[in-house]
């Protein structure tokens, strides 16, 4: 199965403090998108950006800054996808919709944040907009407050989880220091990770430092294309399924440790697709917080609820196991820009299922998994790729 539509273009800026602008980021990753797919600027039949903002930059028309890269884009239809952390994959959403609703043959969508010229008070205060503010006691919580809740709650019910969160943590630094466009290339020891120290302070109780993702500038982008199309170009991905759910926000209406909206999103992907999970040679998950990449193996089924350290006690999700996940670093390592994170989620698996991922390839890899989550699994989007058969 499919849905019709094929990713045949790639571009990816480095991720980090960065001297570009929004714009400057918008224009580089669009460009290199374009001249890896070699579509012509004239046949794009319209551009999508995701991109959170919420009082991060002053850009507040930006999805016009992807005009700028080419002057044929001038007159095409450009818009603005918004969904928190998820706003990257809304935009290929978007686009995905408007090829599948006949409305497009091929589109460029963008993922693209400016987060390092603001303050960490003033970045914390902004992505506090994605919770909900209707509630007090919710409204004053900060995301790693947020989290930090969802690890002491998993702690109350189950073995602890600090062990396992600095697990994650080593796994996804040493895996990003293969990745050219990570924004940390630092190693760090299982002690140092799950030691609260100088080095080492805790955030949001009983969150570390090393738990956190991190605070980055960058953009994304890739060319989406109809399947009958894909074969023109060098090289494409089957998008075999894309599969969006979202929750209540509140999280008094909700059980947060559940996960049930993107245990749902894969259940559903996985079934539009027609593989299990058993099919799949790697993933790239959205690790805001360790605690977050802990609960996510347990809602794709790598393990029973309560019980996601075992997916690392058995090697499974490291670079050499059945299932390695976040070979990229995820957004522990590589970043997170927030705009950005689903377009670059994709864009890197797009590069592993043509063999173009240099020292994070995964060999003979041939279908990839991507999660993206929005807020405290709000916005759930899980895409199965494929590698096309030449």
């Known amino acids: ?36 797919s070699a579509v012509d600027p004239d046949d794009i039949d319209a551009v999508f950006l995701g991109h959170f903002n919420s009082g991060m930059v002053s850009d507040g028309f930006a999805s016009s800054l992807i005009h700028q890269a080419y002057p044929q884009f001038r007159f095409k239809p450009g818009m603005r996808a918004e969904n928190a952390c998820a706003s990257g994959s809304a935009a290929i959403h978007a686009g995905l919709n408007a090829i599948q609703a006949g409305k497009a043959r091929t589109v460029l969508v963008v993922g693209a944040e ?25 409204a004053s919580l900060s995301f790693p407050q947020v989290f930090g809740v969802a690890a002491r709650d998993y702690d109350a019910r189950n073995s602890s989880p600090l062990d396992a969160m600095a697990r994650i943590a080593v796994k996804n630094h040493a895996n990003a220091m293969a990745n050219p466009l990570a924004h940390m290339h630092k190693e760090f020891s299982f002690e140092h990770c799950n030691t609260v120290s100088e080095m080492n302070p805790e955030i949001a109780p009983p969150l570390r430092l090393t738990d956190c993702s991190l605070v980055t500038d960058g953009a994304a982008a890739v060319v989406l294309t109809i399947d009958e199309n894909a074969a023109n170009f060098r090289k494409s991905v089957s998008v075999r399924a894309a599969v969006h759910v979202s929750d209540f926000l509140p999280m008094t209406r909700r059980d947060f440790l559940a996960f049930e909206g993107p245990e749902r999103a894969f259940a559903q992907a996985f079934d539009a697709a027609n593989v299990t999970l058993g099919d799949i040679d790697f993933a790239e998950v959205h690790d805001c917080f360790t605690i977050a990449e802990l609960l996510t193996y347990e809602a794709m089924g790598l393990a029973p609820k309560g019980h996601g350290a075992r997916a690392l006690e058995e090697g499974i999700v490291y670079r050499d196991g059945a299932l390695p996940v976040n070979l990229s670093g995820g957004l522990k390592a590589k970043g997170h820009p927030v705009g950005a994170t689903g377009v670059s989620m994709h864009a ?43």
């Open 1 to 36: 199965m499919s849905t019709g539509v094929s990713i045949v273009g790639s571009g990816h800026t480095k991720f980090g403090r960065l001297q570009e602008n929004l714009e400057e980021l918008i224009v580089a990753a669009t460009r290199e998108a374009i001249e890896e």
């Open 348 to 390: 890197l698996a797009f590069r592993q299922l043509t063999d173009q991922a240099g020292g994070i390839q995964k060999p003979g890899a041939n279908l990839g998994l991507v999660f993206n989550m929005g807020g405290s699994a709000v916005a759930n989007y899980v895409s199965v790729l494929e590698a096309c058969k030449v």
């Open 114 to 138: 400016k987060m390092t010229s603001r303050t960490t008070k003033e970045v914390t205060q902004a992505l506090a907009g994605a919770g909900y503010q209707n509630e007090p006691s919710e």
